[in-house]
């Protein structure tokens, strides 16, 4: 495994891969891995030659009190489970190698970038569209890996990749779970044991939701407020949201005839989690 951390190395790598016919697969992360990251090195290792990981904790994405500074890294601990994947190249740029000084230029996808998440976040989308246009442009990938659990994100990537005619396949691959049911995120490293237990409420909601949704419940009014009554049975934990989108464009669905993306959000003492489901009618 190389482990690079110039733009120029890493172009010379995909250079070097795709002049010998490899198809290469991106795996963008900021770290702190665990296996939900692993399920997409392995996806990327059925559908390419070559496997790029990034590693990059990118301060774009961040508001000011939100995480930046203590979010988790562990990049000997992070590079030691990408060997044993066979990941064939991790690119771990400094910020100074990524923004440069003084950069100005933005990348945002414009409608789509302050719901869910963006509403609570304002500027957070403009920071992971800005950096994975970087990312693309470095790279060249074929393809890039991405999991279902930022359902937004994948959507809005989806939409910027489109709009500006970048030759990558977007993939979206399964949230990988706890055995009881609870996302697996890189934040959940700072739940304590009694916020461990609290995380749950938001996939209890989902669950409860996907019942109602399953039993033949269409209106999204009445399955957000099963879903909010759900997640208000934890007193240790506090929502964010809870909604009902198009899964492409992440508007807000008054009723289900299609494929719906059921997402919440909620914070666990300090620490905000995401989770989601899709339904099908």
């Known amino acids: 495994m190389r482990l690079v951390e110039t733009i120029e190395e890493m172009r010379d790598f995909s250079d070097s891969a795709r002049a010998r016919g490899r198809r290469v697969g991106l795996v963008p992360t900021m770290g702190a891995l665990h296996e939900g990251h692993l399920s997409l090195m392995r996806a990327a290792r059925e559908k390419c030659h070559v496997v790029a990981v990034s590693i990059f904790v990118n301060p774009t994405q961040f508001g000011p009190a939100e ?131 609290s995380a749950l409420a938001l996939y209890r909601s989902l669950q409860r939701t996907r019942e109602l949704f399953e039993k033949g419940e269409r209106d999204s009014a009445k399955l957000i407020a099963a879903g909010k009554r759900e997640f208000a049975n934890e007193p240790g934990a506090r929502l964010d949201y809870f909604e009902v989108v198009d899964p492409d464009s992440l508007a807000a669905l008054t009723s289900i005839s299609d494929r719906a993306l059921i997402a919440v959000a909620g914070f666990v003492g300090n620490t905000r989690l995401i989770d989601n489901v899709l339904v099908n009618p």
Not at 88 to 106: N, R
Not at 109 to 114: C, K, N, P, Y
């Open 67 to 197: 995480d930046f500074a203590k979010y988790p890294r562990n990049l000997e601990s992070d590079c030691a489970l990408l060997e044993k994947e066979r990941v064939d190249l991790v690119f771990v740029p400094s910020v100074e190698e990524m923004y440069g000084t003084g950069a100005i230029t933005w990348v945002s996808v414009e409608g789509m970038s302050d719901r869910l998440c963006g509403r609570s976040r304002p500027g957070h989308f403009r920071g992971v569209t800005t950096v994975v246009a970087k990312l693309f442009n470095i790279v060249e990938p074929e393809s890039a890996f991405f999991g279902q659990k930022d359902a937004a994100q994948v959507a809005i990537i989806r939409r910027m990749v489109r709009d500006l005619n970048i030759p990558v396949s977007i993939e979206a691959c399964p949230i990988v779970r706890e055995p009881d049911g609870l996302a697996l995120s890189s934040r959940n490293a700072y739940l304590k044991p009694e916020e461990r237990k």
